[in-house]
Nanobody, 127 residues
Framework: VQLQASGGGLVQVGGSLRLSCTAS????????MAWFRQAPGKEREFVAG????????RSVDSVDDRFTISRDNLGNTVFLQVKNLRPEDTAVYYC?????????????????????WGQGTLVTVSS
């Protein structure tokens, strides 16, 4: 599967953005998806992820209530809604995917658990 992230840009403090990550290839809906971000000079960190807590029940995880992750009905596109942006949210945002291998497959917060990565989209928050 291949990932294409989009939606980044320049936003003022307090603004909002919606990032998109479209997966293509073989069975993209069978992948756990997540967003990470990496600010200059810092390590890549988990932002939000979406997986499964039951056969047909999606499970979401987020490090901050300002970040909302969702997935379209086909499962091919994942969105990250970010509200009330702060200067410290400035980073390159990456989407990541890992193929589901169990009925219950929760999104991991560890970047090493994901084998597929998109190219990243830059979010800059100006004050």
């Amino acid at each position: 599967v291949q990932l294409q992230a989009s939606g980044g840009g320049l936003v003022q403090v307090g603004g909002s953005l919606r990032l998109s990550c479209t997966a293509s290839g073989r069975s993209p809906s069978a992948y756990v998806m997540a967003w990470f971000r990496q600010a200059p000079g810092k390590e890549r960190e988990f932002v939000a992820g979406i997986g499964w807590s039951a056969p047909n029940t999606r499970s979401v995880d987020s490090v901050d209530d300002r970040f909302t992750i969702s997935r379209d009905n086909l499962g091919n596109t994942v969105f990250l809604q970010v509200k009330n942006l702060r200067p410290e949210d400035t980073a390159v945002y990456y989407c990541a995917a890992e193929r589901r291998t169990a009925v219950i497959f929760l999104p991991s917060r560890s970047a090493s658990e994901y084998s597929v990565w998109g190219q990243g989209t830059l979010v800059t928050v100006s004050s």
